[in-house]
Every structure is written in structure tokens, then in C-alpha cells.
């Protein structure tokens, strides 16, 4: 299964990997997640979310109701940011990598500007390995192909690990079913 083998990759490379069945189960969750977490309507515990179909037929009433949640993404909120949220088309198996078509700004200010990086894909996103994903990527509608693997880590420093100097420094990973598949 897929599925279970990315969940391994990607958690061996410090990841959150969660999976549910319907967007309504995994927005509950994820909104209780924020609050858990701090979220808050101050620099450095908002959060920001960036557009994608997740939220495409759902009655977002509920997250204007989250004080410090953002659905418009700018430079200084996403700076500013303690969550960004986004959606991301593939994961691949064999690596525990996602892989986002990042043409749009607000997709990269979200996923690498925030200290926490919650991505949403869907279940049948899941592909094998890096030639499967280059198979699905039409470069004519993707001039930035963006590829995350864990957290943000570095040992360039003295050859000691640090992780979140250069992006985020936790990978929160959303799968859901409903979106597709049931890798």
C-alpha cells in the first residue's frame, strides 16, 4: 500500500502523517490542531491559508470564526505566520517527499515562510516514485515544481543538524480520501 509506505518515509524524515476519510473529518481535526498549538490573532501565531480545492463547496464560516486565521495571503502575513496551510497535488512513496505545483506565490509563502507547514493532499495523489510524478507534471502549466521532504534541516553549520533555519520547522501532512483515491 502506498500510502503506508509514504507514511513510513516521511516519518522517518520527522513528519506528522495523518489521514481521514472526508474534508469535513480532517478540517475538524485541523482546526482543533491550531488551537492546540497556539493559534492566535498576533504576529507569529496566525495562520495562513492559501487557496486550493479543499475548501471548494464547504461552508467556510466556521474558519472565519478562528481568531488568527487568514484566508488572504500576502508577503508580510505569511512572514509573520506561525501556520500556513496549503494543498499539495502529489506525495511520493518512496521517499516521503511531497510535491506541489507552485506556479501561484501564495502556495510557496505558506509552505516555506511559516515555523509549520500543514499540507493537505488527497489520498490518490500518492504515486510511487520521482518518474511517476514527472509523468503527471505538464511543465507547460507548472513553471515551479516545489518538493518537500520533512522539515526544514540544515547541518551546513559547524556540521551540527539544525532544523528550521531555512524554512519550517514542522511538516504537518493532511490525507484525505474524499479528494481522491484510497491509496
Known amino acids: ?23 469535513y473529518a480532517a478540517l475538524a481535526w485541523l482546526i482543533e490542531f491550531l488551537y492546540r498549538e497556539g493559534i492566535a490573532d498576533t504576529p507569529q501565531d496566525s495562520a495562513l491559508w492559501a487557496e486550493g480545492s479543499f475548501l471548494a463547496g464547504m461552508d467556510v464560516d466556521e474558519l472565519k470564526l478562528v481568531s488568527g486565521l487568514k484566508l488572504e495571503v ?3 502575513l505569511a512572514a509573520d505566520a506561525k ?34 507547514h500543514i499540507a493537505i493532499v488527497p489520498t490518490a495523489g500518492i504515486l510511487l516514485d520521482m518518474p511517476a510524478l514527472l509523468d503527471k507534471v505538464n511543465p507547460k502549466e507548472c513553471a515551479y515544481l516545489a518538493i518537500i ?7 551546513d553549520i559547524e556540521r551540527v543538524l539544525t532544523i528550521g533555519v531555512h524554512g519550517p520547522e514542522r511538516l504537518v501532512i493532511i490525507f484525505v480520501d474524499e479528494l481522491g483515491g484510497d491509496n
Request: zero cysteines; aromatic letters at 8%.
Open 83 to 116: 501556520f500556513g496551510i496549503s494543498q499539495m497535488e502529489w506525495a511520493l512513496a518512496d521517499t516521503g517527499s511531497l510535491a506541489q505545483n507552485s506556479t501561484a506565490i501564495e502556495q510557496r509563502l505558506v509552505s516555506s515562510l511559516s515555523a509549520i
Open 74 to 76: 500576502t508577503r508580510e
Open 149 to 155: 521532504t520533512g522539515p526544514s534541516r540544515t547541518a
Open 1 to 23: 500500500m502506498l500510502y503506508e509506505q509514504f507514511k513510513t518515509r516521511a516519518e522517518g524524515v520527522s513528519a506528522e502523517v495523518y489521514r481521514f476519510a472526508t474534508k
